[in-house]
């Protein structure tokens, strides 16, 4: 979800001002997600780098995030929306970090779509983290070394309950993953748009999924 900060810029706003937007322009991608029937949709709104940013935009964005937590909570609890994170969330203290579990805990039982948002994620870090796991069961003598394979990876990374990562998108006209999924993005099909997030809407959602529709996956095979 890149392009807040140019989106202000461009109008001579703040950059909360394009984050502000970009919060909107979330809602709208969700309700597109649940009429198009996907399974499960994640969010980058907070990498593990974002912390280099100022200080006053940090808690910019926590605040945000608190905002339409306690906003949209109630409505994505009904619409069957179940909201989990990954990332290292309770990093931005515990208030925040326990609104979280508690919308988490509320949704846990709903099964229409996944919203997964990524709270100071980065993918480094998570494989990284992955290694440390494994590398610990090899030495408590819970599983051998040699028998780690990619499931067994998988199986240890913070969206081991999800569903395949099958389209990335990324907004603003950056062509870079940015720490985000790279495991996960092994097959997945990338689609950029030129589009700043605040601007975007359904029908960027939906024209994303018809690229999708168009690529011939082969997963290497011919
Ligand atoms: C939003 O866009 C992404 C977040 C970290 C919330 P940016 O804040 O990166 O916007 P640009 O790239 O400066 O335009
Ligand atoms: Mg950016």
Redo the contacts with the bound molecule.
Sequence with gaps: M??N?RWAKKRGLPRVAGHREGAEAVRRTLKAAVVAGVECLTLYAFSSENWRRSEEEVTDLKGLMRFYLERELDELAREGVKLRFIGEPSAFGPELWERLQLAAAKTADNDKLTLNVALNYGSQQEIARAAQILAQEAVDGVIDSAAIDVAAVEKVLQTAELPPLDLLVRT?GEMRLSNFLLWQAAYAELVFLDLLWPDFDADAFNGALDQFAGRQRRFGGR
Aim: overall charge negative; cysteine-free; aromatic content about 0%.
């Design positions: 890149d392009g900060g603003s």
